[in-house]
């Protein structure tokens, strides 16, 4: 699966995701096949911050 470069297209989509179908961000990097960390700069540069507890970005 390609992920969007679009960062705030990035960002709902991975929400969605983790709201819908994953327990955590490294179950949906690894079910994507995503480099965790570079997932997280990507959208850090545009302002969001993963929340474990929620398990989402914000």
């Known amino acids: 699966m390609s992920l969007p470069n679009d ?25 994507l096949g995503e480099d965790k960390s570079e997932l997280v700069q990507k959208l850090a540069d545009a302002g969001f911050e993963y929340n474990s507890k929620t398990n989402q970005f914000a």
Request: charged letters at 30%; hydrophobic letters at 40%.
């Open 7 to 31: 960062p705030f297209i990035l960002y709902s989509m991975i929400n969605m995701k983790l709201r819908d179908s994953y327990a955590s961000l490294d179950e949906l990097c690894d079910d």
